[in-house]
Nanobody, 130 residues
Framework: VQLQASGGGLVQAGGSLTLSCAAS????????MGWFRRAPGKDREFVAA????????VYGDSVKGRFTISRDNAKNTVYLLMNNLKPDDTAVYYC????????????????????????WGPGTLVTVSS
């Protein structure tokens, strides 16, 4: 099982990037998919998660209104559209998948905690210049 994130790079503040995470080895159509990030010298931070159907999403406070998570289950891929990027968004971005969506995202905000996830990709670097 592999999760491979791509789309990172260097962008100026105010710009946009779209990250992709392609999964292989098994279908994740029944899994919550999420994005986390780790900035230099900081702990890993939750960014966004999406339910298995794509009908529910949850975001970290620092990215609400700027980032949008989506998925294409036919392609086994999850996306993260990042708009109005800020230097504080500079980090390595990781995609992750849990084993099974239990339908708790709308109830308790499932997807926000890294302990929920069983599969992790190696990350892609996003650098935002001021």
């Amino acid at each position: 099982v592999q999760l491979q994130a791509s789309g990172g790079g260097l962008v100026q503040a105010g710009g946009s990037l779209t990250l992709s995470c392609a999964a292989s080895g098994r279908s994740f159509s029944n899994s919550i998919m999420g994005w986390f990030r780790r900035a230099p010298g900081k702990d890993r931070e939750f960014v966004a998660a999406i339910s298995s159907s794509g009908g529910d999403t949850v975001y970290g406070d620092s990215v609400k209104g700027r980032f949008t998570i989506s998925r294409d289950n036919a392609k086994n891929t999850v996306y993260l559209l990042m708009n109005n990027l800020k230097p504080d968004d500079t980090a390595v971005y990781y995609c992750a998948a849990d084993s099974e969506d239990l339908g708790l995202m709308r109830i308790i905000g499932a997807g926000k905690w890294d302990i929920e996830y069983d599969y992790w990709g190696p990350g892609t670097l996003v650098t935002v210049s001021s």
